[in-house]
């Protein structure tokens, strides 16, 4: 919305301006920020509850963005209004390929630069663009650090189920650092107030305007006898008052939102401009950053939908014209591909859609970059035009979660190369169709197109090309634990990366080969991966970060190797959220969620399991976070447990790979024998353990090995499984349970008990799983000690004592316990020597089990249940 002044009266919004005074007041007082959502429908008037408060705000500085109307809106423009008016650092980065992270941290410079406190205000965040989102994302996680009053609004009735914001929201801590404000209609009295003046039937008005402010702020300015029907028919008489050259210049502004300069109107009406004073006077327009747009987005639409089609081609081509010659600075792309579509100018289309599209790419807006590239797509003619957007167009798709859309892209530009005779770009095509299909579930078919990529390069002198094709069939053989197709690859990789001075082959192929030789527990694994890590670093290539933080994570986990673990993962989520990596993060996050399993943490552990499935980006991952929900369920005696294995076996028979396979397969066979179904064990088991034995993958027989053993099967036990497998499977039941234990991993300590028939062992067994509340698996130990004639067993606690009915762990009751005493995050983690984002996550936890929504309402509920740590 543009920036209007505010009216000598605002009705029934003295509590939200109350609360938002409030909330500045602590910003002043305590040098620490405070985030505002303010949400309501369209013309509701959220931009006129903050610009009454910004004027009352007496002394602090304001910052104001807003995010565009247009379809493929501009990467970070409300951060680029901002800079408009803040100068500095955020200035130099509005104007160049700038990432999120870089933006956020200048914002956040910028708010601790003035002696009084700053309010930002981001509006109409439903139209943000994926660039905006990882900024404003960052910028909230760091907000107590900077005296800022960040302020977001949005139409929370145009936020469906899967709208990016409502994932943004949904992540924000219910913390006193964050408060919400719903705006609400106008009640009928309200609406007489303001009818009154007018003459007009106040009980009519709020018939016809349901208590919408702007509708009825509309129908009073139209002065018609007869009350407009709709807000358009308001904005429509309100601007036929005008004289022909206003509603003229009124037309220009409505064809290029999301603002005006007044050097564009002079391109696009010039004779008209002097009418610039009649449309500002009105209030049909307003100043908003040294520019002019209407005073509400509803009546720009109102206006823009009046005027008539050739008009309509007319203004979008001097638009154009005038865009693509600024007297200042760069033209902006997006603005031009949007203009250039609408003038049917084909050319223009396609060079600035694809130039647009490459900008947002490089800034992490990816849902924009591919509106950009089927923009441009839309009017290529030439074959190696089409194949090279739609490569494009795949890999924007792959970082939006849609690798089925990405395949189809990928495959038609495949076709297109081949028809151009284009060898290199066909097996280059190839090559990005074998990882799209590693990276969108069907691993199984990635083999056929990498190998056909290198063939065709063989053909030709060795190049840069074929040494990334090796990289891509060492990927392949490592997702498919292949070693000795890793190693033949591998070494014909890396001698192609040397001779061509190829730094990503070399990381990449380093990364592969590291990855499966940690795995195996060959020395050198781990070292190969991080050196791939710094190269990567190095090289500021993002991707190549992301994906040696997956393969670190992945690789640990698997080996229960945690010393250190939770550093590395969220250093690798902290990069992944600051570089826009979603789904490398949400990779990461199943890793953390695996370990936290392992570590007796399920609460935690279901929370980003959760929090996995449940993101925007989750739909890859899911096979790995949906063994961990159940088995914490399974484990819990809890319902709903088949459901989520059989989504998992389905999705892990799709990829194909072991690495994908084995847990799940180890997971259906633990929820059997939790049923008491053993016998379902061979089943559950056998095509993985097959698979495994015809590679040589013995690093995957251990688990399957052990369950198998519980299910009364005798397979051959390979000579190299790790020795806490190699204990229970030849009966040394306490030294297995000695070796996890030493691992932090008690669960898998008491199941390798378990398995023994000595009382003592088996009491000691119990008293873990009854520790770790798992429910059902402490009901199978305990029937067989009561078959065995064992006296005495203790039952446990019950799922809700009298002392802990939130079922609080210790560390909780702990937290909660300073949080009462009105600690910060920051200052609880040095008091516990946590780090704050450990702290974040149990206040997080503790606000959940609870049931509450703020600190003050957890220590309250505390005091009544009498929580205290023992």
């Known amino acids: 919305m543009a920036q209007t002044a505010a009216p000598p009266k605002l009705l029934e919004r003295s509590a939200e301006l109350t609360l938002l ?51 493929t809106p501009r990467p970070l423009g409300p951060f680029v209004d901002i800079a408009a008016t803040s100068g500095g650092e955020l200035a130099r980065l509005a104007g160049s390929r700038a990432r999120p992270y870089e933006v956020a941290a200048a914002l956040i410079d910028e708010l601790r630069r003035g002696a009084s406190p700053t309010i930002v205000v981001l509006e109409d965040m439903q139209w943000a663009d994926e660039a905006t989102l990882d900024a404003v994302r960052l ?150 950053n040294g520019s002019v747009a209407f005073h509400h987005e509803l009546a720009r639409l109102a206006i823009e939908e009046s005027i008539a089609p050739d008009r309509v081609l007319v203004l979008h081509r001097r638009t154009l014209s005038a865009l693509a010659a600024p007297p200042i600075g760069s033209p902006d792309p997006a603005r031009l591909a949007h203009h250039a579509e609408a003038a049917h100018d084909s050319e223009a289309q396609q060079r600035y859609a694809r130039v647009a599209g490459e900008l947002a790419s490089a800034v992490g807006a990816h849902r924009e970059a591919a509106a950009q ?47 151009a005779g284009d060898v290199v770009g066909y097996a280059d095509g190839l090559r990005r169709l074998s990882r799209l299909y590693m990276c969108g579930g069907r691993g199984a078919d990635a083999g056929e197109p990498i190998r056909g990529a290198i063939a065709l390069l063989e053909t030709l002198p060795d190049s840069r090309e074929l040494a990334f094709a090796y990289s891509g069939l060492v990927m392949f053989h490592m997702n498919h634990d292949d070693a000795d197709g890793v190693l033949r690859a591998g070494q014909r990789s890396l001698e192609l990366a040397r001779r061509f001075d190829d730094d990503e082959t070399m990381l990449h192929t380093l990364n592969s080969m590291g990855s499966i030789e940690l795995t195996m527990g060959v020395a050198g694994g781990r070292e190969k991966l991080l050196r791939s ?29 945690y010393d250190g673990f939770m550093e590395l993962v969220t250093r690798g989520i902290e990069f992944c959220l600051e570089h826009g990596l979603e789904l490398w993060r949400m990779w990461i996050m199943t890793s ?167 009382e003592e062992l088996l009491r000691r067994s119990l008293t873990t799983l009854q520790r770790l509340g798992a429910r059902a698996t402490a009901a199978v130990v305990a029937r067989k000690l009561r078959a065995l004639g064992a006296q005495g067993i203790a039952r446990g606690p019950r799922p809700a004592t009298q002392r802990n009915p939130a079922q609080l762990t210790e560390r909780e009751v702990e937290v909660l316990e300073l949080v009462g005493a009105g600690m910060r995050n920051s200052d609880i983690a040095r008091k516990l020597f946590l780090t704050t984002k450990t702290v974040d996550h149990h206040v997080s936890s503790i606000l959940r089990k609870l049931g509450v929504e703020s600190r003050s309402q957890a220590a309250a509920e505390a005091a009544r249940l009498g929580l205290r740590s023992g």
């Open 533 to 561: 890590l710094d190269i990567a670093h190095e090289l500021g290539m993002d991707e190549h970060v992301g994906r040696a933080y997956i393969n670190l994570s992945d690789c640990m986990a698997t080996t229960h190797v």
């Open 373 to 419: 590239f089927q923009r441009a797509l839309r009017v290529a003619d030439s074959l190696r035009q089409r194949g090279d957007l739609l490569t494009l167009l795949a890999q924007e798709l792959l970082h939006v979660n849609r690798a089925d859309r990405a395949i189809v892209a990928q495959e038609q530009a495949n076709v297109l190369f081949k028809q």
């Open 21 to 71: 005074a409030r909330q500045l007041d602590f910003v002043r007082d305590q040098s620490s920020g405070r985030l505002g959502l303010v949400g309501g429908e369209a013309g509701i008037g959220k931009t006129t509850l903050l610009r009454t408060f910004c004027g009352q705000a007496g002394g602090s500085r304001l910052l104001w963005g807003a995010c565009d109307s247009l379809f």
């Open 139 to 288: 910028l909230t996680r760091r907000i107590e650090g900077a005296p800022g009053l960040v302020i977001l609004t949005y139409r929370d009735d145009e936020l469906g189920p899967t709208h990016p914001l409502r994932f943004l929201l949904g992540e924000l801590p219910r913390q006193d650092s964050v408060f919400r404000i719903k705006v609400q209609r106008l009640s009928a009295d309200a609406v007489a107030t303001l009818a009154r003046p007018a003459g007009v039937d106040g009980g009519e008005l709020y018939r016809k305007t349901a208590g919408n402010p702007f509708f009825v702020t509309e129908v009073l300015a139209s002065a018609d006898e007869e009350m407009p029907s709709t807000v358009r028919d308001a904005v429509l008489s309100r601007a036929a008052r005008l004289s022909a050259d206003a509603r003229a210049l009124l037309e220009a502004v409505a064809i290029a939102p999301p603002q005006a300069d007044v050097w564009m109107l002079e391109g696009v009406a010039g004779d008209k401009v002097h009418a610039l004073g009649e449309c500002l006077a009105s209030g049909m327009l307003a100043r908003q």
């Open 592 to 758: 953390q969620a695996r370990a936290l399993l392992d570590q007796g943490d399920w609460s935690r552990a279901a929370d980003v399991a959760n929090a996995v499935l449940h993101g925007e980006m989750g739909q890859l991952p899911r096979v790995s976070a949906l063994p961990i929900l159940a088995l914490i369920r399974a484990r819990r005696g809890d319902p709903e447990v088949w459901q989520l294995l059989d989504e998992a076996g389905v999705m892990a028979e799709h990829e194909g790979e072991l690495q994908f396979a084995v847990p799940v397969a180890v997971a259906r066979a633990e929820a059997a024998w939790l049923e008491g179904r053993p016998e379902a064990i061979r089943e559950e088991t056998q095509v993985c353990v097959d698979k495994a034995v015809e590679l040589d993958a013995w690093w995957k027989l251990g688990p399957l090995a052990v369950w198998r053993r519980r299910a009364g099967l005798r397979d051959e036990v390979h000579p190299r499984l790790p020795e806490r497998y190699a204990a229970e499977l030849r009966g040394d039941f306490a030294r297995a349970a000695e070796l996890w234990s030493a691992l932090a991993c008690d669960y898998d300590a008491a199941l390798a008990l378990a398995g023994s028939d000595d």
